[in-house]
Structure formats: structure tokens, C-alpha cells
């Protein structure tokens, strides 16, 4: 079976392989652990990694190959990982290629998870993360980069500050460097935005969200660009033998898809944080709609983005496509189909008046959830980004009356009048 070269559009919405006559148009699920063989010699070479095919639903499967497929074609690249959420997708993006007393760099506003998982679970490991400003000079971001820095970690769409990122400025710095630049897509999605293009190497996703739509499937994805050259001094696990397999060097053996490789055959393989099955085929569905979805969603947070800067309520708002935002023109030039659903805006009276808006909303749901067809809000200091800092919060942007807003597709007039009378409260 082939897999098809189409539009961004319609690998939404195709199963990704051609159907023979007689195959299911859609890939059916395939809710299975084990796989049968016919010679012992079939599954050794599975095990020595010199054939394609299945050895446990922990390290591959059926389904979830085919979601890993779909979103690696639609992101621009050679190969993709599908995890169990994405938290695992970004912990095994910068496992593949990291160890004890190496460091990362990571852009300061990050979601508040990303950092936490960044500043307290990967140091007790050894690896040091170094938070740079996402304004930060060249010069002022090179200071943190030494001989043991393996990535620079940035959002496409910050959350929930919702600034762009410059991805080509990003990159041009990593590569300078030798060393790779890993975005987190999440919130724009390869429909809004494939950072690939603008010299991203590898690429994240919480596929919970925006991929999914639904919110009954937890998930995450790690895709692989192909483009980066591991071979360059600093990335030996890739390149030296690997005593696990017998002397398999993952850049000979798998080309342009070494990093992807590694990530499977070794992370995967040892800790187990592959997506369910049945996530990946609920995942498979969400995505059939998702150039439509992504398409009302920014044209309906414009709008809501538009009604709350006119609202006396409000003190600020941020959406990278009003035109008063600091990163506009990044979001005119990485954002050119809509920026997403996002908006982050702060109301009069501090937190206590965030809280009582929030509390007053009917249709608009508060949830610890984002990026969902439905509209949900949270207050970002007091639940996801609780366990920062005080000088964390600030290095983010997250104000003590931040309030994010996820736009979902409902009626706009719907969620505007919801809005409006939820302001009344306060």
C-alpha cells in the first residue's frame, strides 16, 4: 500500500493509505497487544531491528501507526512518534538526545507544565534547563550555549501568553550551534503553521488538544524533520553502536529518520509511553475535521479578541492577530491562515474580579483543558502554572488576572453575549 501525496486539506480527512479493492476505506482499530509470526527467524530480525513490522503494542501498533503517518505528513516530516499525552512527547523529545550533565535551552514562556517538568524532573536526572527571553538578543541567548547544550525548546504559539514565536531566528541560532531547534505546535497545529518549513527540526505535539478536538483522547506525538544532521560531534548516541541492539548505529541503519528511531527503539522501547490504541483511532477521527475546526476557531477568537479590547471591563487583551500585539508581525508571517483560538486577557480588579468572571460564565466552561472545540477558560496562576515562581510567572507574562480563554467553534454571537454578561459580575 502507498501512501498518498495530498493537499494539507484533504489528509485531514483520508485514512493516509490507498484501499485495494476490497480494504476498508477507513483503517480499522486494532486493539491489540501481541502479533502473530511465522518463524522464529521473522521475529529475531524484528527484535534486531532489520525489518518493518510489529513486536508489542508497548513499542508499535497498527493503529497508532497510522495516526503517526498522518501527522508526520502533515507536519513536513521523514517520521513521527505517537505518546501517551503530551507531556510525554515533549520528556522524550529531549531524552532522545540527552544525558546526565548535558543542558537545554528553553524559551521562559513556556506552559507552566513544560517548565515544571523542565526545572524539577529533568534535573534530578542531570540535565540543566537555561530560560531564555523570548525578546533575548542572539548575543544574550549564545552566552547560555556551551559544549553540552543539545536543543533550544520553544512554542510555536506560547501558553498562555500566546506570543509567536521567531522560529527562523530560533533556528538560525540552533544551527549555528550544531544543535537542533524543537517546537512545541500545539497551538497552531500544522494547518496554522508547519514550523518545519522556517528550520524547526523536530516538532511537538499534546495531540489532546487542537489534533484531537474531542477531548476523549489523551495523547501527545513527536515528529521528526529529517533535516538535521546528527553526525556533527555531539549527538555520539545516535551515531556510535548501540550495545542494546547489538551494534546498531541508529544514523547508518535509519538515515534521515535516526532521531525518530532512537526515540522508539530505545525510550519507547524502555519506559513505555506509547499511545493507547483506542486513543490513536479516536485521535484519527478528530483529525478529519481539523482544517475545518481550526479555520472557526480563528475566526471566531478574532472576533471575541476584538469585542474585549472595546469592553471597559478589560484592562488588556493578547491575539497575535490584533494588531496592537508585540509579536503581530511574527503571527503575519508564521500565522497566515489565523492564529488559533487562544486569547489571554486580563480583567479590572485583579485576581479576585478574574475569579468571580470566571465563576459567572454559563456556556463557557471552566475546565483544566485547552484548544478544544467547545469554550473553556482557566485562570493560568492559580491552576496550570500554580507551582512556578513569583519571577517565573513574571518571566512568562502571567499576570495575577490573566485569563485564558479557549474559542471553541460554537456561535460567536453565543459566546460574545456570554462573555458580556459574565463582565457584568465583576
Given at each position: 500500500?502507498?501512501?498518498?501525496?495530498?493537499?494539507?486539506?484533504?489528509?485531514?480527512?483520508?485514512?493516509?493509505?490507498?484501499?485495494?479493492?476490497?480494504?476498508?476505506?477507513?483503517?480499522?482499530?486494532?486493539?491489540?497487544?501481541?502479533?502473530?509470526y511465522d518463524t522464529a527467524d521473522e521475529l529475531g530480525d524484528l527484535f534486531d531491528l532489520k525489518a518493518d513490522g510489529y513486536i508489542y503494542s508497548r513499542i508499535s501498533n497498527p493503529t497508532v501507526d497510522v495516526l503517526e503517518k498522518k501527522i508526520a505528513e502533515l507536519e513536513g516530516g521523514v517520521a513521527s512518534v505517537a505518546t501517551s499525552s503530551g507531556?510525554?512527547?515533549?520528556?522524550?523529545?529531549?531524552?532522545?538526545?540527552?544525558?546526565?550533565?548535558?543542558?537545554?535551552?528553553?524559551?521562559?514562556?513556556?506552559?507552566?507544565?513544560?517548565?515544571?517538568?523542565?526545572?524539577?524532573?529533568?534535573?534530578r536526572y542531570g540535565?540543566?534547563?537555561?530560560?531564555?527571553?523570548?525578546?533575548?538578543?542572539?548575543?544574550?541567548?549564545?552566552?547560555?550555549?556551551?559544549?553540552?547544550?543539545?536543543?533550544?525548546?520553544?512554542?510555536?504559539?506560547?501558553?498562555?501568553?500566546?506570543?509567536?514565536?521567531?522560529?527562523?531566528?530560533?533556528?538560525?541560532?540552533?544551527?549555528?550551534?550544531?544543535?537542533?531547534?524543537?517546537?512545541?505546535?500545539?497551538?497552531a497545529t500544522p494547518i496554522l503553521c508547519r514550523p518545519i518549513e522556517y528550520g524547526a527540526d523536530i516538532v511537538t505535539h499534546s495531540t489532546t488538544k487542537y489534533i484531537d478536538g474531542h477531548s476523549r483522547a489523551l495523547g501527545g506525538i513527536v515528529v521528526d524533520s529529517g533535516k538535521f544532521n546528527w553526525n556533527n560531534g555531539k549527538f555520539d548516541d545516535l551515531v556510535n553502536p548501540d550495545v542494546s541492539y547489538h551494534g546498531v548505529s541508529f544514523t547508518e541503519s535509519f538515515k534521515e529518520a535516526a532521531y525518530s528511531a532512537k526515540a522508539r527503539c530505545t525510550f519507547v522501547r524502555d519506559i513505555g509511553f506509547i499511545m493507547a490504541p483506542f486513543?490513536?483511532?479516536?485521535?484519527?477521527?478528530?483529525?478529519?475535521?481539523?482544517?475545518?475546526?481550526?479555520?472557526?476557531?480563528?475566526?471566531?477568537?478574532?472576533?471575541?479578541a476584538k469585542y474585549l479590547e472595546d469592553n471597559e471591563s478589560v484592562e488588556w487583551v493578547k491575539y497575535p492577530k490584533l494588531k496592537n500585539s508585540n509579536t503581530y508581525e511574527l503571527a503575519e508571517k508564521y500565522l497566515k491562515k489565523g492564529a488559533g483560538g487562544i486569547i489571554s486577557?486580563?480583567?479590572?480588579?485583579?485576581?479576585?474580579?478574574?475569579?468571580?468572571?470566571?465563576?459567572?460564565?454559563?456556556?463557557?466552561?471552566?475546565?483544566?483543558?485547552?484548544?478544544?472545540?467547545?469554550?473553556?477558560?482557566?485562570?493560568?496562576?492559580?491552576?496550570?502554572?500554580?507551582?512556578?515562581?513569583k519571577k517565573q510567572l513574571e518571566d512568562a507574562g502571567i499576570a495575577d488576572n490573566l485569563i485564558r480563554l479557549s474559542v471553541g467553534i460554537e456561535n460567536v454571537d453565543d459566546i460574545i453575549e456570554d462573555i458580556e454578561q459574565a463582565l457584568k459580575y465583576i
Open positions: 500500500m502507498k501512501f498518498k501525496k495530498l493537499r494539507l486539506e484533504t489528509k485531514c480527512i483520508h485514512s493516509g493509505y490507498e484501499a485495494a479493492s476490497g480494504e476498508p476505506r477507513v483503517f480499522p482499530l486494532v486493539q491489540s497487544t501481541t502479533y502473530k507531556q510525554s512527547a515533549n520528556i522524550l523529545s529531549v531524552l532522545t538526545i540527552c544525558k546526565n550533565g548535558d543542558n537545554i535551552i528553553a524559551l521562559s514562556n513556556l506552559y507552566g507544565g513544560t517548565v515544571s517538568l523542565f526545572t524539577n524532573t529533568l534535573s540535565i540543566e534547563v537555561r530560560f531564555v527571553g523570548i525578546s533575548d538578543s542572539d548575543k544574550e541567548i549564545e552566552k547560555k550555549i556551551d559544549k553540552d547544550t543539545k536543543l533550544i525548546f520553544g512554542e510555536t504559539i506560547a501558553n498562555p501568553g500566546v506570543d509567536v514565536l521567531d522560529i527562523e531566528r530560533f533556528s538560525k541560532i540552533a544551527h549555528k550551534n550544531n544543535i537542533p531547534l524543537i517546537i512545541d505546535n500545539t497551538f486513543n490513536a483511532f479516536l485521535t484519527l477521527q478528530g483529525i478529519e475535521t481539523l482544517h475545518l475546526r481550526m479555520e472557526r476557531h480563528s475566526e471566531n477568537a478574532l472576533k471575541v486577557f486580563g480583567v479590572k480588579g485583579g485576581v479576585e474580579s478574574a475569579k468571580k468572571f470566571i465563576d459567572s460564565l454559563e456556556i463557557v466552561s471552566l475546565v483544566t483543558h485547552v484548544a478544544d472545540s467547545k469554550s473553556c477558560v482557566i485562570h493560568p496562576a492559580s491552576t496550570t502554572h500554580r507551582q512556578l515562581t
